[in-house]
T-cell receptor
Framework: QQPVQSPQAVILREGEDAVINCSSS?????VHWYRQKHGEAPVFLMI?????EQKGHEKISASFNEKKQQSSLYLTASQLSYSGTYFC?????????????FGKGTRLHILP | ETGVTQSPTHLIKTRGQQVTLRCSSQ?????VSWYQQALGQGPQFIFQ???????GRGNFPPRFSGLQFPNYSSELNVNALELDDSALYLC???????????????FGPGTRLTVL
């Protein structure tokens, strides 16, 4: 089952913070986050595994709430280069053969 | 280190025709996954190949088939094309096969298929 992302779209000014949420109805083994710019391939951001810690690098971090089957991506002091569509991909515990199921994406637009 | 490459970049076909898309995986990777991405949607998993064998399949009909070669490059074949097959087709390479959840995928630039 496809994870649900929220919000669908967000517009920010450079320097503002953003949170993108991803929730699943299934017990999850892992959550993957990718960013895709228009006309380009998705680029890997990070993986969060069941039982793992919150991850992050520079101003982008993410958390994984196993009890709620939710993950959140945090973008701090956003930069123009953060614009794009963010996808979460989930892998369920019960059926690893489902591989990675992606949400519909959250479009982020950063204004100067 | 060579990244993931796909060919062709763009393709226009008519309904009923057949198409073959190609993907070269990143050096050192033994797993290739194929995705279909419709406009404004997230990538949808088609199937995965690990060491030349199909290793998981999404909800796509049998007219979507694939191959993986000894050098781990891969092909996606689609028979009897339908209008709804128009999409961006992405391949992603990784290392690890079934343990995909632990491994990042590197996506290629995609092939834009238009079916008229």
């Amino acid at each position: 089952q496809q994870p649900v992302q929220s919000p669908q779209a967000v517009i920010l000014r450079e320097g503002e913070d953003a949170v993108i949420n991803c929730s699943s109805s299934k017990a999850l083994y892992s959550v993957h986050w990718y960013r895709q710019k228009h006309g380009e391939a998705p680029v890997f951001l990070m993986i969060l595994l069941k039982g793992g810690e919150q991850k992050g690098h520079e101003k982008i971090s993410a958390s994984f709430n196993e009890k709620k089957q939710q993950s959140s991506l945090y973008l701090t002091a956003s930069q123009l280069s953060y614009s794009g569509t963010y996808f979460c991909g989930t892998e369920s515990i019960m059926n690893r053969d489902d591989k990675i199921i992606f949400g519909k994406g959250t479009r982020l637009h950063i204004l100067p | 280190e060579t990244g993931v490459t796909q060919s062709p970049t763009h393709l226009i076909k008519t309904r009923g025709q057949q198409v073959t898309l190609r993907c070269s995986s990143q050096s050192g990777h033994n797993t290739v996954s194929w995705y279909q991405q419709a406009l404004g949607q997230g990538p949808q998993f088609i199937f995965q190949y690990y060491r030349e064998e199909e290793n998981g399949r999404g909800n796509f009909p049998p007219r979507f088939s694939g191959l993986q070669f000894p050098n781990y490059s891969s092909e996606l074949n689609v028979n009897a094309l339908e209008l709804d097959d128009s999409a961006l087709y992405l391949c992603a390479s990784s290392f690890g096969g079934r343990a995909l959840g632990d491994n990042e995928q590197f996506f290629g630039p995609g092939t834009r298929l238009t079916v008229l």
